[in-house]
């Protein structure tokens, strides 16, 4: 983690049963994906949005809310597949095996690499 990053700032969303990118998120639920007005200004309407300008309770089009990642929310899977002596992995079968020891959480909409979590 970035050490400028504190472990309640906002890294993603979820909805529509992916990760997405904050920019991507406010263009898609906040009015014109602008945070508007002074600190004040945004503090009147704060019990309402969080401070990237998401509504809280906001829908998806499923019907469920949208979430936000924290920096201190565990993203990434800490299994690591079996590797064979030939190469190859338990997950093979799988066209997203993961078995590098990087893992990367993808925006589902622009596909920007948002995180990365080195094993």
């Given at each position: 983690?970035?050490?400028?990053?504190?472990?309640g700032?906002?890294l993603?969303?979820?909805y529509?049963?992916?990760?997405?990118c904050?920019?991507?998120?406010?263009q898609?639920?906040?009015?014109?994906?602008?945070?508007?007005?002074?600190e004040?200004?945004?503090?009147?309407?704060?019990p309402?949005?969080?401070?990237?300008?998401i509504?809280?309770?906001?829908?998806?089009s499923?019907?469920?809310?949208?979430?936000?990642v924290?920096?201190?929310?565990?993203?990434?899977?800490?299994?690591?597949?079996?590797?064979?002596?030939d190469?190859?992995?338990?997950?093979?079968?799988?066209?997203?095996?993961?078995?590098?020891?990087d893992?990367?959480?993808?925006?589902?909409?622009?596909?920007?690499?948002?995180?990365?979590?080195?094993?």
């Open positions: 983690m970035n050490s400028t990053v504190k472990a700032d906002i993603a969303y979820t529509e049963a992916d990760y997405h904050i920019d991507c998120t406010r898609r639920f906040s009015d014109d994906g602008k945070v508007h007005g002074t004040s200004d945004r503090a009147k309407f704060r309402c949005t969080d401070y990237n300008g509504w809280y309770e906001q829908l998806d499923e019907g469920n809310f949208v979430h936000p924290f920096y201190s929310d565990e993203w990434y899977d800490l299994d690591k597949p079996s590797v064979f002596a190469g190859t992995c338990d997950h093979d079968w799988d066209w997203q095996c993961v078995c590098n020891d893992q990367h959480l993808i925006c589902g909409d622009c596909h920007i690499i948002i995180d990365q979590y080195s094993i």
